[in-house]
């Protein structure tokens, strides 16, 4: 039986076939990245780092994986918005170097609405499945921001620049099946098999080879870490001071007050996902 050992908004649970899972489980706020989830998640993931068993997998409770940052925590906070918006990726910037750097692999599984700062968290696994009818869509520009939480060091290595450019300045969504054919993702699965493969993809590799698992990961990271490590705070830099300004402002107020209703038919998890962009 699964034991759950840390509180919400993030969980860590220790599988007994050998694999580590770290949960976003935030399902009514869309997972969204405020700064008391920011610091949670950089904190399990820290938790996690120091004793991660074969394999780790991050997932998430609820319709969406990350619907990104909390715009209606960003939106509130006049002259104090860039220094809130800079400790909420830092803290979540932390959190992704955590998991970048385990030394055994990662798995993640994305659900639902994967959008903002909830793609880098997605991205940041070895292995990405994702649901068909995931959705990943940027959506920093709409607002005025600049991605963070390493989209925009993740995005060209995986799909290359003209396909990462048409990601982050147009906002194009993609389906977990969209994901798979530009190889943001390594395989889409039907909704319903997601998290049954999950499991089994992360209980596969934590009783596999842990030796040459690890060694292998290590070539692939070779001369990543400091890379993403200083891409990472210019990704901070230029968010928050991009939120401190008044474009950004006015697009975030114009943003929510545009989305405060939902759509016939949309869901509430959509509705969460219009109000979170980063």
């Known amino acids: 039986m699964s034991l759950p050992v840390s509180t919400e908004p993030v969980r860590i649970v220790r599988h007994p076939d050998g694999f580590v899972e770290l949960r976003l489980d935030d399902p009514g ?25 074969g394999a780790v997998l991050l997932r998430a409770a609820g319709g969406s994986f990350c619907v990104g940052g909390d715009l209606r925590a960003f939106a509130c906070r006049g002259r104090e918005t860039g220094a809130y ?21 990662l798995v993640t599984a994305v659900r639902g609405a994967a959008a903002g700062g909830g793609i880098g968290l997605a991205l940041v696994g070895d292995l990405v499945l994702a649901a068909r ?9 709409a607002i005025g921001l600049t991605p963070d939480c390493g989209a925009s060091w993740f995005l060209p290595r995986l799909v290359g620049p003209r396909r990462a450019a048409d990601l982050i300045l147009t906002n194009r969504v993609l389906t977990g099946d969209d994901a798979e054919r530009w190889g943001l993702v390594s395989r889409s699965v039907d909704d ?32 990543a870490g400091d890379g993403l490590r200083r891409h990472l705070a210019a990704e901070a830099r230029s968010i928050a001071a991009l939120a401190d300004g008044p474009e950004a402002q006015e697009r975030m107020a114009s943003f929510l007050a545009a989305r405060g209703r939902p759509k016939a038919g949309d869901g509430r998890a959509e509705a969460r996902a219009s109000e979170s962009v980063s």
């Open 85 to 105: 918006v800079h400790a909420v990726a830092s803290a979540a910037h932390a959190a992704i170097l955590a998991l970048h750097e385990l030394p055994v692999p």
């Open 192 to 223: 319903e098999e997601l998290d049954e493969e999950a499991h089994r993809t992360a209980a596969d590799l934590a009783a596999g080879a842990g030796d040459a698992l690890r060694a292998a990961k290590g070539l692939l990271r070779a001369g």
């Open 29 to 53: 706020r869309g997972n969204a990245l405020d700064l008391r989830t920011a610091e949670a998640l950089r904190d399990g993931a820290r938790e996690v780092a120091a004793g991660p068993g």
């Open 133 to 141: 009818s995931a959705r990943f869509r940027l959506a920093y520009t």
